[in-house]
């Protein structure tokens, strides 16, 4: 169901006023439009509540926690106020006539109870503000979140406003993009895998599910969505690899995350750094309720004895008033009145789960949150159990004893025990609540040893295929070519453990193109093109390149008002892309001469003469220097990219390496296949088109098979050159300008 937004949520249309009169950000606009912007903003609301779901299910939750609370203190109040007139009523008229004995007893028990409703009421306000504290820390998180939102959809409406001669020219205007950063680039994930890990899971009642994908394409976020799928309503947790395996230690991790996400939803695990902080509170205020309780005796006593002595004095009967038994009176009032509040704090504080349960929708709720209870306290604490028996006797002088004690203390599970207890919740957890269970297990790459990978991979097998119980794990596809390369096959393992293995694909062309529309205005659809092709759709590397392009524009500006120029030249979009390709190429040459040195100088000395080189090293040092000549002339070239490509590899060679293979020399044989995929882009976007011929089908076929080039670059060479190949026949077909 979708979310709808209410418009006591938030002012959509006065947030994007502001965000358009406000300075230093990119949604500069003519005046005259504003109220036009804002108005389309606020008709879209539908669209602002789905992209800030999460916060606006908090401040809904919240408001009606508020609004069940807001009457909770206004009876203890309204009680303690009516009791209190009554105890200054009797006080005034027993003054008057005289103090009886039913006086007396009468402004004792209204002042106890004016005591323990005050306390009743203070609790209840603490209760109401504690719970508006917490709705004003999700109105200002959903103000954040709604900010950017609606930032996002200004600039997607001011592209779609922008005229087509611009929106898809050949100049380059975007000098100011702040939001094009790493923040929140995770939450761009690719529609087509995140639909279908949500169908697979919907069509089966229990599953094993591998994620792979390269790092930082979205599997941490592609996690986190599905264990909050409203669709599926799952009980979910995602639970981070430790660095190091340790047997047991997952598992118990795993059990501990999702009792406590069934108790605390959305909360996470930090309310487990003091698991008995709320007990040992406890513990003190029932020790304070003692000693009031002994101070109120104490007062008793006082009293009394001063009955006693004025009854020796008088002999008519009843209680008599004096100074010290009105004093008596209102300390014991104050002293009931703080033990009534303590206890009912000290009540609060050990069964803080018992308003969880009042507040449960039905038994169903209470059983499973028992459940959990249960759980916890399993996990954290160890029990003992102690019998103990002793017999005496006495006979005149003599006597004798004797004392048998039985201690049982539980001992702590073993590893085997520990995987029975958590398959055992798993199932019933499943069972009572109604739900399908998610356990997603995430950065498995950050393991050093691969062993440890395959370690933790065979631990969670025995948690698969519990009905109702869905387990993912993922793990980057350059961790396990790095294993592989160590002599641990993990993808064989990661293959064979799961029931399909989820390929979290890089961004199609649309959905590149949606992600920067919201990060940037004056950001054309053909630079737009550029950054997807460069960065093959990987969502990191597509921001960084819309970044650099964003970088050199405004730094030929800033270069064209430092010449005195009133109004900065036009920047094409082919110098955007030449300067870009320059600065990458040359970047990725410099690795690989430093690569290529760091390799040989820390090989062991082969030659007969030690203060001279060896062969290799002597090959290792020329392959470097051919690299930085090849940088430099690169650099220094002019012309389009590939124009400089070609010059530079008429002069300077690519060098070859013998010998054991090393990462400098894998380095150096993919070079070959990377200077050809930049030729091929450069010569795409250094040839100036029309609108329509952007939007012309052989040219968005020639942007798809430029994108799926770039990732064969990291595969095998041949791949990559057949890749680079389909993409330049695609590219000497496409529509021009002379």
């Avoid at 011929?693 to 791949?719: F, K, M, N, Y």
């Amino acid at each position: 169901m979708a979310e709808v937004w209410d418009e006591h949520d938030l002012n959509l249309e006065a947030v994007a006023r502001v965000l358009l009169v406000r300075r230093g950000n990119d949604l500069d606009q003519p005046t005259n439009i504003h109220e036009t912007l804002a108005g389309e903003v606020a008709a879209r609301s539908g669209v602002i509540a789905e992209r800030v779901a999460p916060e606006l299910r908090a401040v809904r939750a919240a408001r009606q926690r508020c609004a069940a609370a807001r009457t909770r203190p206004w009876l203890p109040t309204g009680l303690a106020v009516a009791s209190l007139i009554g105890t200054l009523v009797c006080f005034t008229s027993s003054f008057a006539s005289g103090f009886g004995d039913w006086q007396i007893l009468l402004s004792l028990a209204l002042l106890i109870f004016t005591a323990g409703m005050a306390s009743l009421a203070g609790t209840r306000h603490l209760e109401v503000r504690g719970d508006r504290r917490q709705l004003k820390q999700a109105q200002q998180a959903l103000a954040a979140a709604a900010e950017d939102a609606v930032g996002e959809l200004l600039r997607e409406r001011i592209l779609e406003r922008t005229e087509p001669t611009l929106a898809w020219g050949n100049t380059f205007k975007s000098t100011f993009a702040p939001t094009l950063v790493g923040i929140g680039v995770d939450n761009a994930i690719p529609s087509a895998s995140y639909t279908e890990l949500v169908e697979f899971i919907a069509q089966h009642s229990t599953s094993a599910i591998g994620i792979a994908g390269p790092r930082g394409v979205g599997k941490s976020t592609l996690m986190e969505k599905i264990i909050h799928e409203r669709r599926l309503r799952p009980i979910g947790v995602r639970v981070p690899a430790p660095k190091r395996y340790e047997p047991g230690a997952l598992i118990r991790l795993v059990h501990s995350s999702l009792a406590h996400e069934v108790l605390h939803p959305g909360v996470g695990r930090l309310l487990l750094s003091e698991p008995t902080g709320g007990r040992l509170a406890a513990l003190r205020r029932l020790v304070a309720s003692v000693l009031v309780l002994l101070s109120a005796i104490a007062v008793v006593v006082i009293w009394a004895n001063d009955q006693a002595r004025l009854s020796e004095r008088s002999e008519s009967s009843g209680w008599r008033v004096s100074t010290v038994t009105v004093l008596c009176i209102a300390a014991a009032g104050a002293l009931l009145g703080i033990l009534a509040r303590v206890l009912w704090l000290a009540g609060w504080a050990m069964r803080p789960e018992v308003v969880a349960d009042l507040g449960a929708r039905s038994s169903r709720d209470r059983e499973v949150r028992a459940l959990a209870r249960r759980e916890l306290e399993h996990l954290r604490y160890s029990s003992a159990t102690q019998a103990k028996n002793s017999v005496s006797w006495k006979l005149g002088f003599i006597n004798g004893s004797g004392e048998d004690q039985l201690t049982l203390t539980e001992r702590a599970l073993s590893d085997a025990d520990a995987v029975a207890r958590l398959r055992e919740f798993c199932t019933e957890l499943a069972r009572t609540a109604d739900q399908p269970i998610i356990v997603a297990i995430d950065e498995l790459d950050k393991m050093d040893q691969p062993s440890d990978v395959v370690a933790v991979i065979n631990s969670l097998k025995d948690l698969f295929h519990l009905r109702r119980l869905h387990v993912l794990v993922s793990v980057s596809t350059d961790a396990m070519h790095s294993f592989a390369a160590r002599g641990i096959l993990v993808r064989d393992v990661f293959d064979s453990a799961f029931d399909t293995i989820v390929e979290v694909r890089r961004l199609e062309t649309k959905e590149s193109r949606s992600l920067l529309s919201r990060r940037a205005t004056q950001f054309s659809v053909p630079a737009m093109y550029f950054c997807h092709c460069w960065s093959g759709g990987h969502p990191r590397d597509l921001v960084r390149t819309a970044r650099a392009c964003v970088t050199i524009a405004a730094r030929a500006e800033r270069d064209a008002t430092q010449q005195g120029m009133d109004i900065a030249p036009e920047v094409r979009l082919a110098e955007v892309v030449d300067a870009v390709l320059v600065d990458d190429v040359a970047a990725v040459l410099q690795a690989t001469a430093d690569r290529v040195t760091a390799d040989h100088q820390n090989r062991p000395q082969q030659s007969d003469d030690p203060g001279r080189p060896s062969a290799r090293q002597d090959e290792a040092i020329r392959a470097a220097e051919d690299l930085i000549a090849l940088r430099d002339l690169l650099i220094e070239g002019t012309g389009p990219v590939h124009q400089r490509i070609n010059d530079a590899l008429s002069v300077a060679e690519l060098p070859t390496l013998s010998g054991p293979v090393t990462e400098g020399e894998l380095l150096v044989r993919a070079l070959d296949s990377y200077l050809k995929f930049a030729q091929a882009v450069s010569k795409f976007f250094a040839r100036e088109r029309m609108p329509d011929q952007w939007q012309d089908t052989a040219t968005t076929q020639a942007v798809r098979l430029l994108a799926e080039a770039q990732p064969a670059l990291s595969r095998h060479p041949g791949e990559a050159r057949r890749a680079i190949e389909r993409a330049v026949v695609a590219i000497n077909g496409c529509p021009s300008t002379p």
